[in-house]
């Protein structure tokens, strides 16, 4: 990192930390409390995670995070997932179509292949998502976590960029009571959602909660419209009981239920492909010649079990299904000239999780408290793809079954050297294995093309060491090297790729001052980066699979702040990330599809022939060199920063709220062509106005205030793009 550039992140810290310590100057000696009812967010309360099987201070965790408090979301603009890259640092978030790529410190997932796994692993209620369905609206959230960096002890499955866990609110005993919500706006959006909590007797509760959002689409489609991509229509239940018989015991049960429809996703053309002069130059205009779908369900049962024995030490189980499923139909080209070929797709892709973690947690009152546990994951994938390609017409299809199995076994243990200085050493040791079957074939005539299955199994050590010195209650100082792991798998019955590793030398320092008014979190860490992997052609079936490149480097330095003086409160946060990949060989695989648009799955043609699409093609033209260059998808710098004011007006509140978050540009390809390969960074802008009484509240708000076009992310030779300006009213009701 060169000297201009810690200047430069110096000064961005100080511009986050310099007005609110400023502030705090002003405050009274009078302690804040954390306990008083309010109907707005509190800045001043602790921040509370569980994301290391514990209930946690986050300014006491050795960890790089960021936690929001699930009544403080919709102030931060943050409505679902990928909301959050604008309101926690060194996190991004592309949209490719039927995943999004998560990355946290430019780690996390740079293929769209179902064989690769989460470099950022998201849970939800404690049970790890697939990558599948994972855009729906938040609703009755208790908090969000996101946990920077490998997490190879603590979490179910691992990870090599981070983890982020969400968390939905449980079931109260005692406390009969909800909420209804209601929202108003533009592109004729309606969203309603509540929850009821009911306790049944001393021992037990029930909650019920919903959401309903439907909202017009952003784009046109000219010059006629075949369906409404980028429209949404989303409708989720979710139902929690919690009992609890005795002080020793108790156990909770969620079930959810999500489905939407989208009318199909909603994209152009790269600039530098083939049908990019054929695209409007409006990006709110699309071209499609064919009609588009998109539908998706998902359905999620956890049971969680607590039981602590007469020795302190806490038994939990973790148990979780999932089903998920996707149907799509695409207009390959998106655009509707007569340039031949075109191509349309269709896909469904379904994903069943079983998983089980069992933890032993102790108690922390002595010099020495430890958490050992076990985990085991089965994820059963079927993918079936049909490609026609017009004028033929000429059908591929592809048919995939895999079966995947993680096991876990691991162990963390704090020893406290001195009251104020500890030691924690923890280890994970994980099994994993998958194993494929299908066809691919060309029809007319019914041609045997390719087989896609294979089978794989890797295991790995991970772990982590680190010193954790507390001078003063107000002050912790740490420092560690970790080491986390990703699976490998397979591009084809003959070609496997290797697992992803990282070892994260860390360290940093939390501290609050002012009577707590002040809280910061710093950090910088240094990243060993092994076997990337990314996408890439196997020419000997032309499917489009995943390789390794065999090294990365990355680099950074993380800063935040919450701060409040009075009704007044400021929070952000800055990350600056210096990455590298290493150079290697490879199959452009974008310069493919420029020269035969709408072809896939065809395998490379015998020595001396040349290319017959679909049947086969010759790769050897597309084989190019990189030298290397920034890993996938990881900006430079990421910043955001909200500041509100809570104004009393007799019995009512009023408290404005603005928020700016910054994320900025991206390298989606390593061929680094400057012109397809890259997203540019964008800010965001968004604000709302609140009046609040004690149970009912009212609030103006709007997003991506300064209507900014940009593009949010990239799949195949087409690109997407993120919302444009929305605005609406909002009422909240408790009762």
Known sequence: MTGKTWMMLATSVAALVAPAAALAQQVSAEPTTDTEPSTQPDPARDIIVTAQRRSENLQSVAAAATAIAGDSLQAKGVYRLSDLQFASPSLSVTDSGLTQNVNIRGIGLASGSPNAANGVATYVDGVFQPPIVSTNSFYDIGSVEVFRGPQGTFVGSNSTGGAIFINSRNPELGNYGGYFEGALGNYSQA???GALNVP???????RVAGNYVNRDSFYRNAPTLLSRPGSLAEHAGRIGVYWEPSTAFNAL???DWAEKSTGGYAYRPIPGTRYAPYRSGDIRTLNYSD???????????????????????????????QNKRITN??????????????????????????????NFISPTTGAFSWIVGGY????????DISNVTIPAPVRVDVDIANTKHTYGVFAQATYKLTPRLSVDIGARHSWYDIVGTGTVTLQPPNIFLANPGGTHDDKKLTGKVA????????????????????SGGFASPTVQFQPETVIDYEIGWKTSFFDRHVRTQIGAFYYDYKNFQLDAIDRSTGRSGVTNLASATVKGAEAQIQAHVAGFSVDGGAAYVDSSLSGTQFVDIRSVALAFPGVSNAPQCPAGQASAPPTCLDYAPFIATTAGGPNLFSPKWTWNIGAQYALPLGTATLTPRVNYGYIGSQWTYIAYNPTRDRIEGRGLLSASVRVALERFSFEVFGTNLTDKAYVSGQSGTNEFYGAPRQYGVRMHVDF
């Open 253 to 255: 049960l969620k079930a």
């Open 200 to 206: 049944l007797g001393s021992t037990l509760a029930v």
């Open 376 to 383: 085991f994951q089965q994820n059963k994938i079927d993918v």
């Open 329 to 358: 139909l695409y207009d390959v080209d998106a655009t509707n000239t007569t340039l031949l070929p075109r191509s349309t797709q269709t896909q469904f892709v379904r994903e069943r999780q079983i998983s089980e973690e069992i």
């Open 191 to 193: 969203a309603t959602e």
């Open 291 to 321: 009609a588009t779908a998109n539908e998706e369900r998902a359905f999620q049962s956890t049971l969680r079990l607590n039981y602590e024995t007469a020795g302190g030490v806490t038994v939990r189980s973790i148990t979780g299904y």
């Open 467 to 486: 010193l954790n010195w507390t001078p003063d209650v107000t002050n912790l100082i740490y420092g560690f090297v970790a080491r986390g792991y990703k």
